[in-house]
Nanobody, 128 residues
Framework: QVHLVESGGGSAQAGGSLRLSCSASADTYSSRCMGWFRQAPGNEREGIAAVYTGGGSTYYADSVKGRFTISLDNAKNTLYLEMISLKPEDTAMYYC?????????????????????WGQGTQVTVSS
């Protein structure tokens, strides 16, 4: 059973920071591409960061490059998204997602169509 649980969302002032966590079961976490997505009301779901849990490159959307960092804690089967220099336009529901594991790398376009399993989401609100 694939199970992803996000936490760490909340409110921040512009210029502030937040860290999101995504806890996964061991079989969900191992050797697959995992990523972070966000969706604001009226917008399509946007892929913002991805990493292969077996090791490899990280990928970021241009909108967050240089401000957000995706990372792994393999001992805890946890995926993180460190967000700094937050902007009001970062306000959205943030989702953790995992591919089904047949691919041994992440594709750089971070499309939601590549991902098979999703967490319930955590809200991030940035005020100016």
């Amino acid at each position: 059973q694939v199970h992803l649980v996000e936490s760490g969302g909340g409110s921040a002032q512009a210029g502030g920071s937040l860290r999101l966590s995504c806890s996964a079961s061991a079989d969900t976490y191992s050797s697959r591409c995992m990523g972070w997505f966000r969706q604001a009301p009226g917008n399509e779901r946007e892929g913002i960061a991805a990493v292969y849990t077996g090791g490899g490159s990280t990928y970021y959307a241009d909108s967050v490059k240089g401000r957000f960092t995706i990372s792994l804690d393999n001992a805890k089967n946890t995926l993180y998204l460190e967000m700094i220099s937050l902007k009001p336009e970062d306000t959205a529901m943030y989702y953790c997602a995992a591919e089904n594991g047949w691919r041994v790398y992440c594709l750089p376009d971070i499309s939601p169509h590549h991902f098979d399993y999703w967490g319930q989401g955590t809200q991030v609100t940035v005020s100016s």
